[in-house]
């Protein structure tokens, strides 16, 4: 049974900041690319973040959205089926559901989202 699960959410103050972890289970977690998006009220989801999978020439190769570059820091281990978000100088406009994916063409995971907000 394929699982991601976020966690490390919460309520962080401006100008501060959080970790999250999504912890994976059910499939070959190395060889999929790992993403984070986030979601408000209304509007579309968001890919943040990502990460790819094993098979990379040069080691990981990571993206992020214009939004969070800078800010955000997007890690795996694969020893222990883990991805994180590092996020930090954090904004109230960062208020969102994150959701962890798990991608290998055709399948693709999601967890199951976590609230993040920032607010003092």
């Known amino acids: 049974q394929v699982q991601l699960v976020e966690s490390g959410v919460g309520v962080v103050q401006p100008g501060g900041s959080l970790r999250l972890s999504c912890a994976a289970s059910?499939?070959?977690?190395?060889?999929?690319?790992m993403r984070w998006f986030r979601q408000a009220p209304g509007k579309e989801r968001e890919l943040v973040a990502s990460i790819s999978g094993t098979g990379w020439r040069d080691g990981w190769s990571t993206n992020y959205s214009d939004s969070v570059k800078g800010r955000y820091t997007i890690s795996r281990d694969n020893a222990k089926n883990l991805v994180y978000l590092q996020a930090n100088s954090l904004p109230p406009e960062d208020t969102d559901v994150y959701y962890c994916?798990?991608?290998?063409?055709?399948?693709?995971?999601w967890g199951q989202g976590a609230q993040v907000t920032v607010s003092s």
């Open positions: 994916n798990a991608r290998s063409e055709p399948n693709d995971y």
């Open positions: 059910g499939f070959s977690f190395s060889r999929y690319a």
